[in-house]
């Protein structure tokens, strides 16, 4: 089964795809478009990306492998993204990630089985002056505490459960 886009998403990759005076630049660009689509970077969109270059499907996978943004299945509902570099890690990041894991039943890399927490631990976040940090889904929490993080999740919860 061949990958569909949105038409709305063809034009943007089109528009990456013109930007670009080599088109294997774009690959980047354009693998964020098709995971916005799929949710994940699996072997299809690798070989999409590569037919839409023109570059070998290895190197887009190269590429998808490199990066943590790109995500290789869907993560779960809220994607809980803690930032573990340096910084983070002398302000407490390792203590929080314990409080995620076990108040998620959950390690890093898993889902919980209801599909709606995914945790992963990332290598930065750029936020060095507000450590420790997370994101949920590409928002930033910062300056946390265990307790904060258990109140976030409690609200994370409460949306979950409303829908």
Do not use: W
């Amino acid at each position: 089964m061949a990958l569909e886009l949105t038409a709305e998403r063809k034009q943007r990759l089109a528009a990456l795809v013109g930007r670009y005076p080599i088109k294997a630049a774009a690959c980047l660009p354009a693998l964020h478009v098709v995971q916005e689509e799929r949710g994940a970077i699996d072997a299809e969109a690798i070989e999409y990306v590569s037919r839409l270059l023109d570059i070998p499907a290895g190197r887009v996978e190269e590429v998808a492998s490199f990066y943590t943004m790109y995500k290789r299945k869907a993560p779960g509902r809220f994607h809980i993204e803690i930032c573990t570099n340096l910084s983070c890690s002398l302000m407490g990041a390792e203590h929080l990630r314990e409080v995620l894991a076990r108040e998620l039943g959950i390690q890093p890399g898993q889902t919980t089985r209801d599909g709606k927490f995914t945790l992963s631990e990332v290598e930065c976040l750029a936020s060095c002056g507000t450590a420790p940090v997370l994101q949920v889904n590409g928002e930033f929490h910062e300056a946390l505490t265990p307790d904060r993080v258990k109140a976030l999740l409690g609200e994370l919860r409460s949306r979950a459960a409303g829908g």
